[in-house]
């Protein structure tokens, strides 16, 4: 390494996307290795839209390992971020800047200290797995600092240790956790089923309902189903590994209708494990059981499944549609039952690809007043408009794996200081 007291600083900068799980993960086997009871599979969202950007730097300046989470600075005192820095440091290797002309050692990483910026483009406090995307980069990105050799599965291995569910940020498209069998969790792991452009058509609508009510914790919440649900076992031991087989055969086939009734079903159970939780656990409200009635009513009156909905541990709806013509149709129903409040303005009402709202016909707040009620509850009135109990809408698709950023005005760090910019 040059010699102490030199100025120099340097940094790496990744993107890495959120995911939304179809077949969920719920249950650890061990809990400090963050290893589950059951595979499970995801769809990787749209970096655009949701997504975590974050800069990593090294300089022998730093007196500490320092965070700053959407510029505040956070600790790194916790367990999952040491483990993340420790295992990452540990598979460090050289890395030298011949223009700077510095070279840093294997050795040299034990003792340098680094700092992380990291910002979310989406609210880290609207429950949309937040921390999949940010444990996804955060150990992305030192990976590209430290300059390690290890492939994308290890890499995730890592990440399954700063959050479960990030690991599977580590793909784009498709993604499998699996499991693995190994006491020490080097075979629990993510692995791409299918690349993001096997199947392009599919459109995400994401509610974000507004909830008032903390909820618990998913780590507390799953420890507590594990020690006491009886369904849990079942699930775990007989219905997902039947239900991962036909999920991975329908993602190869673009099979929408029986992706659609896996998704459905595994939401469905995953919540029904946490009521058979003692005390039960609530994470969808009355807004989430209205989108489900409004999908299942809508999917019935047509005969074959024009929506699949999935909700994670908390109230909000995710939605999949088979292409951009029902998804237009699908949030129409949407604006039709759960309207903006009235200071609210459409722009920030539906965010994301704001093209399926036009195909959707709508332009103004005035088109959603005046949206027509859909078909199959026409004939049933009175029906209900729940008025502001949907935030906004997120219109995003399947989108690509962590990147690294190579512009330099993408950085969230100074590239002299190495402060926050
Ligand atoms: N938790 C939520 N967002 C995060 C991020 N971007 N990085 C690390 N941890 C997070």
Redesign the pocket.
Known sequence: MVEKGSEWVVMATGRSPTNIAVIKYWGKRDENLILPINDSISLTLDPLHLS?T?TAAVSPSFTRDR?W??GKE?SLSGERYQKCLREIRRRANEVSDAEKGIVIKKEDWERLHVHIS???NFP?AAGLA??A???A??VFTLAKLMNLKDDLGQISSIARQ??GSACRSLYGGFVKWAMGNNTDGSDSLAIQLAEETHWTDLVIIIAVVSSKQKETSSTSGMRESVQTSALIKHRAETVVPARTLKMEEAITNRDFASFAKLTCADSNQFHAVCLDTSPPIFYMNDTSHRIINLVEKWNISEGTPQVAYTFDAGPNAVLVSPNRKTAALLLQRLLFHFPPNKDINLTSFVVGDKTILQDAGVTSMKDIETLEPPPEIKDKVPYQKFMGDVSYFICTRVGSGPKVLTDETLALLDPITGLPK
């Open positions: 975590a974050t965070m989470l959407n956070i990291s910002y979310n880290t937040s921390s995307a940010g444990f980069c955060l700063g959050s």
